[in-house]
Each structure stands twice: as structure tokens, then as C-alpha cells.
């Protein structure tokens, strides 16, 4: 069975950074793309970044280009999401997400997710 177990999270305050790890078991680990989703209370679960099978692609919402780097390490099986110059907007619940293809494709459902992380910024 796959699971995906996300750490790092934490209280951060604005401007400061943060780095969440996502470590894979039951998933090759060079097969798929993973990637990263967020949901604020009341809010849609969006997008924010994916990396691709061998991390040669990488895709961010237009909210976090910039300031965030996903990047992936296969001999870890670990997806990790460098966030820096973090703002009270990024608050929000971070989930590690795996997708049954080798790249991540525009509104493309993951397969399967992890139990999410809380980040909060505080102003």
C-alpha cells in the first residue's frame, strides 16, 4: 500500500521560510510524478507545485513562483518543498500528493495523498 508521511510544518512568521519533507513508501521511486496541494479553512484544495518523475520538470502555481522549489530525492523516495519569503496567505493545511503518471499534467487528480501538514505564517 502506498503511503505518503509529510513533516516540517510549523508556525513561521512572515517573510521567514520553511522546508516540507514528503517521504513515499509502497511507490517506486523514480516512476511518478509527485507534487504538492493546499487548503486554507473555507477554501478550495488548490495546486501549488509539482516535480516530475526524475525532477526535470517542475510546475508552480502562479501564487508561489518564486518563492517556492519542490525537488525530489529518489535514493530518499522524499518530495521536498523549499518555501522562503512566506506570507499570511500561504496559511494553510499542505498536502503531499503522488500522480499515476511520470509528469504532472494541468488539473490532473493525484492518486494518492498524504495526511497533510499545518502551516502557519503569522503577521
Known amino acids: 500500500q502506498v503511503q505518503l508521511l509529510e513533516s516540517g510544518g510549523g508556525l513561521v512568521q512572515t517573510g521567514g521560510s520553511l522546508r516540507l519533507s514528503c517521504a513515499a513508501s509502497?511507490?517506486?521511486?523514480?516512476?511518478?510524478?509527485r507534487g504538492w496541494f493546499r487548503q486554507a479553512p473555507g477554501k478550495e484544495r488548490e495546486f501549488v507545485a509539482s516535480?516530475?518523475?526524475?525532477?526535470?520538470?517542475?510546475y508552480y502555481a502562479d501564487s508561489v513562483k518564486g518563492r517556492f522549489t519542490i525537488s525530489r530525492d529518489n535514493a530518499k523516495n522524499t518530495v521536498y518543498l523549499q518555501m522562503s519569503s512566506l506570507k499570511p496567505e500561504d496559511t494553510a493545511v499542505y498536502y503531499c500528493?503522488?500522480?499515476?503518471?511520470?509528469?504532472?499534467?494541468?488539473?490532473?487528480?493525484?492518486?494518492?495523498w498524504g495526511q497533510g501538514t499545518q502551516v502557519t505564517v503569522s503577521s
Open positions: 509502497g511507490l517506486p521511486s523514480n516512476g511518478y510524478a
Open positions: 500528493a503522488a500522480f499515476g503518471e511520470s509528469y504532472y499534467f494541468k488539473g490532473t487528480q493525484p492518486r494518492n
Open positions: 516535480v516530475s518523475w526524475n525532477g526535470g520538470s517542475v
